[in-house]
């Protein structure tokens, strides 16, 4: 029995919500958002509430039912408030800008890293050690963070490299004498 498929989806006013099939999509005040479910569970709409049963018993019904919720939860919250991954640069000439559509970094290397901003995805750095990465689809934003994470990850020693802003980094100490 899934605990978060039990719960109905509440849809806050702005957003609209259309189910064809299996077909769910979403509008709101920062774009729109679809996502195609499964046949193993059935998604129905009830005065401002999105309810999501499962068709059968089976072991992959039931896996389904609290993913489908849950991925329609996060389409409603992302069209009406939208999803924001903070992340911190940490090291000595260490910097990252938004030029255009891409976002430079300077990490280190003999040469800066462009990352291309994908669409739907907004990207600012207030601090030349901050970026805050902001959309509507949470799948996408949190890929943009891990990407941009990856290309410096925080080494143990100094803390140097790319870390979300609520990441702790667990220090070692270093060589003895």
């Given at each position: 029995?899934?605990?978060?498929?039990?719960?109905?989806?509440?849809?806050?006013?702005?957003?609209?919500?259309?189910?064809?099939?299996?077909?769910?999509?979403?509008?709101?005040?920062?774009?729109?958002?679809?996502?195609?479910?499964?046949?193993?569970?059935?998604?129905?709409?009830?005065?401002?509430?999105?309810?999501?049963?499962?068709?059968?018993?089976?072991?992959?019904?039931?896996?389904?039912?609290?993913?489908?919720?849950?991925?329609?939860?996060?389409?409603?919250?992302?069209?009406?408030?939208?999803?924001?991954?903070?992340?911190?640069?940490?090291?000595?000439?260490?910097?990252?800008?938004?030029?255009?559509?891409?976002?430079?970094?300077?990490?280190?290397?003999?040469?800066?890293?462009?990352?291309?901003?994908?669409?739907?995805?907004?990207?600012?750095?207030?601090?030349?050690?901050?970026?805050?990465?902001?959309?509507?689809?949470?799948?996408?934003v949190g890929q943009v963070?891990?990407?941009?994470?990856?290309?410096?990850?925080?080494?143990?020693?100094?803390?140097?490299?790319?870390?979300?802003?609520?990441?702790?980094?667990?220090?070692?100490?270093?060589?003895?004498?």
């Amino acid at each position: 029995m899934s605990r978060v498929g039990k719960n109905p989806v509440e849809v806050p006013s702005g957003v609209e919500i259309a189910i064809k099939g299996g077909l769910v999509s979403a509008k709101g005040k920062l774009g729109s958002l679809e996502f195609k479910a499964t046949n193993d569970v059935e998604i129905t709409q009830e005065d401002g509430k999105v309810w999501v049963k499962p068709v059968n018993d089976s072991k992959k019904a039931r896996a389904m039912w609290g993913t489908a919720r849950a991925r329609i939860q996060n389409m409603v919250i992302g069209v009406s408030e939208g999803f924001k991954k903070d992340l911190e640069i940490n090291g000595v000439g260490y910097r990252a800008a938004v030029q255009g559509q891409a976002l430079n970094l300077q990490l280190g290397f003999s040469h800066d890293v462009a990352y291309p901003i994908p669409e739907g995805i907004s990207v600012k750095c207030e601090k030349p050690t901050s970026i805050s990465i902001s959309g509507a689809d949470k799948q996408k934003v949190g890929q943009v963070a891990a990407e941009i994470r990856s290309y410096r990850p925080p080494e143990p020693y100094k803390g140097k490299g790319v870390k979300y802003a609520d990441e702790v980094i667990l220090r070692k100490e270093g060589k003895k004498k």
